[in-house]
């Protein structure tokens, strides 16, 4: 398998623009063509809109459960970016590879890809599975309708390598963002008169003041060193309110998110919220009966912890040459895979360090790293 092959592929890759707001059909249609020339045939499974589309494809034997090749098509914007090439034309300087997605994570994408020759002339015993996404980096929305057609449509891989950016090692457990929108209504009032009015900011306070608290013992435990940082991070995001400097405010809205540790239950974190919640709403409503309190969970990616007596770990580590598996604080679909039962591990090429920033880069060698990756996995498959 070449690697110079999946830079060629990489260069096509990133000259689409697949930022999240934007449709990713074209790279859809793409991908589906470069599968089509290589007598590969695949499936989509769209957005409600239309706009949007996951693709799913089989190389070896149907009706098997095999190994799940998975990666996202979607970019992170380079809005406000000061960028020193074009984000959208792969440019290689000093054996790096510069591009918006190259590391985020279009580089496995394309070794995927650039596989699928070689994948298709060899006997495998286990299929492969190419799990391709969109909307990843809005919540990993895109692969859930997927995931949906297991046991249905699709046959429910053996096991998934999801292609995130890990240096080519193998990461086993990642936390869990969970996000909410807290909308607070009052009474105006004439600042002069206060007392008649209810300030919605003043009592978003006493709920950003437990928020404080929370986020204090959420630090205590869980604790695992192999996260950094060890703990559950909580922390207010946005916020929003007042109308002028003389109206006593009757609205305001914040938001807040949890990264959670493997065994962090995010539902127990909102219990705890919406409690206090309650209490304050019920001081609010002794002057303003119509006072509110809207509590909204926009988005959870469960946290991962890879199943420590699968098959996978052993092979992962195998595959990769190593000996040890590594812990992230960000989120991949790993732990989508794993919740639908099937046992997932996380190895891509290129350094998350790079990911979604100005002249974010993949290291030539890192796809090299991949493709080696990627040959040893098909020879285990022949066996």
Known sequence: MSAQTAIEILDNLVSFDTTSRISNLPIIDYIEDFLRQHGVESHRVPDDTGGYASLHATIGPEGVAGVGLSGHTDVVPVDGQDWDTDPFTLTEKDGKLYGRGACDMKGY???????????????????????????????????????DEFGDRFVKPRMVFVGEPTNMTVVDAHKGPVRWGVTLTGRPAHSSMAPLGVNAISYAAELLAELRVMEEELKKAPYDE?????????????????????????????????????????????????????????????????????IKRWNHVPSFAADPESELLPLALRLAEQNETYAVSYATEASLFHAAGASSIICGPGDIAQAHTPNEWIDKRELDKCMAFLGRLADWAEQ
């Not at 002339?121 to 980096?137: A, C, G, N, T, W």
């Open 109 to 147: 994408l394309a070794c995927v890809m650039a596989a699928v020759p070689d994948l298709k002339k060899r006997d495998l015993k286990v299929p492969m599975h190419i799990l391709f996404s969109y909307d990843e980096e809005v919540g990993c929305t895109g692969v859930r309708p997927m995931i």
């Open 226 to 294: 192999r996260f950094d940082p060890p703990y559950t991070t909580l922390q207010v995001t946005e916020i929003n309110g007042g109308a002028a400097s003389n109206i006593v405010p009757a609205e305001t809205w914040f938001g807040w998110e949890i990264r959670g540790m493997p065994g962090v239950d995010p539902d127990e974190v909102e219990a705890r919220f919406r409690k206090k919640a309650e209490e304050v709403l019920a001081v609010m409503r002794e002057t303003a009966p119509e006072a509110d309190i809207e």
